[in-house]
C-alpha cells in the first residue's frame, strides 16, 4: 500500500518546535517596539524583538501577537500555508513551492526572498515546515531550514538560515489569538540602518496583512476533516480563485473541503475526480467520496 517517504529531517522539525514552544509565550529578554496600544496600530499587534547571546545573526528574533477577528485557526492557517496566496502577508516573498511531502503537512520547500534595491542580495531557504493540530483547537506551524545535496546555493542568491518561522495559532470567542515568531540569520552583508528601518518593521508586520487579506478577501478553501488521503498537492490562487487539490485516494475514505462563500458567493463546481471519485456540494463545503484507490486531480472552481 502506497504511504509517504520516510521523513529525514525529524530531528530539525523538533528543534523548531520546542523553540517555538519556548518563546512563543515567553517574557524573558523581549522588549515591545511597537504596543498594540499605539494610536496608528490599527490592527492591534504587538511588535517585540530579543537578541539572544553570542547570537551571530544581524537581524534579532522578532516576535508579534494580535488578534484576528472573525477567523477561526483553520481558516487563519489556509492563508498561511498555500504557496499561491503567500505574497498577500509576505512582502519579501519572490517564490516558494513544495519539493518533496512526507504528510499530511509535513514537507520540504524552497523559497526565495527578494533582496532591498542594490544593497541587499536576494535570499533563498531550503527548509522543512510541519503543522500540528492541537486537541484544544490550536494550531501551531513551524517551519525551519535544512541541509539537502539536491539543493546547493545559487549564484546570485545568499542561502539564508531558519532557526525558526513559527505560528501559533489559539482560538477565542472573537476569532484567533496569533503569534507568530521568526529567528533567521541572513547570512552575508545587510546594513544596520536598513535591518532597523524594514527588516525588522516588515516581519512582525505578516500578521496585520494577514489579517487584511482575509477580511478584504476571505479565506481559501481548505480540508476541514480528517482524511486517508496522501497529499500529492494543494494550492489556491486569488485572482482565479481557483483550488487545486492533487492526492492519491483510498478506498473508503470521505472528507470535507470548506470553502468561503465571500470568496464564491454564486457558489462552487467541483473539476476532475473522474471515475471512482464522488464529489458533493451543500452550503459552504464540498463533500469528497473515493471509491477505489487511484491517483486524483480536482479542482474547486467558482460558478
Request: proline letters at 5%.
Amino acid at each position: 500500500m502506497a504511504a509517504y517517504p520516510e521523513f529525514p529531517y525529524q530531528a530539525e522539525r523538533d528543534a523548531a518546535l520546542e523553540y517555538l514552544r519556548r518563546e512563543a509565550f515567553s517574557e524573558d529578554g523581549w522588549v515591545t517596539f511597537v504596543d498594540n496600544a499605539t494610536s496608528d496600530n490599527k490592527q492591534g499587534v504587538t511588535y517585540q524583538k530579543k537578541t539572544a547571546k553570542g547570537d551571530s545573526s544581524a537581524i534579532p528574533i522578532v516576535r508579534a501577537r494580535g488578534l484576528v477577528e472573525g477567523f477561526t485557526p483553520q481558516q487563519f492557517l489556509a492563508l498561511i500555508t498555500y504557496p499561491g496566496v503567500r505574497a498577500t502577508w509576505d512582502v519579501r516573498i519572490e517564490k516558494t513551492e513544495v519539493l518533496k511531502r512526507f504528510g499530511r503537512f509535513l514537507s520540504e520547500f524552497y523559497a526565495i526572498k527578494r533582496g532591498i534595491g542594490w544593497v541587499v542580495s536576494p535570499r533563498d531557504i531550503v527548509g522543512c515546515q510541519d503543522t500540528i493540530i492541537n486537541e484544544d483547537g490550536s494550531i501551531e506551524r513551524v517551519l525551519t531550514s535544512v541541509e539537502d545535496s539536491d539543493r546547493p546555493p545559487v549564484s546570485g542568491r545568499v542561502r539564508a538560515t531558519v532557526t525558526i518561522t513559527g505560528w501559533v495559532l489559539s482560538p477565542v470567542e472573537q476569532g484567533t489569538n496569533v503569534t507568530y515568531v521568526v529567528k533567521v540569520n541572513p547570512n552575508g552583508s545587510i546594513p544596520t540602518a536598513i535591518i532597523n528601518s524594514t527588516v525588522v518593521q516588515e516581519i512582525p508586520g505578516a500578521i496585520s496583512r494577514a489579517s487584511e487579506a482575509l477580511h478584504s478577501k476571505g479565506y481559501p478553501p481548505y480540508i476541514s476533516s480528517d482524511t486517508q488521503a496522501l497529499i500529492r498537492g494543494e494550492d489556491f490562487d486569488f485572482s482565479t480563485r481557483i483550488f487545486e487539490f492533487d492526492f492519491l485516494g483510498k478506498q473508503g475514505d470521505v472528507f470535507e473541503i470548506t470553502f468561503d462563500s465571500k470568496i464564491y458567493s454564486q457558489g462552487v463546481t467541483v473539476e476532475g475526480g473522474g471515475d471512482g471519485v464522488e464529489a458533493s456540494v451543500d452550503d459552504n463545503r464540498v463533500t469528497i467520496k473515493v471509491e477505489k484507490e487511484r491517483e486524483v486531480q480536482l479542482r474547486v472552481v467558482p460558478l
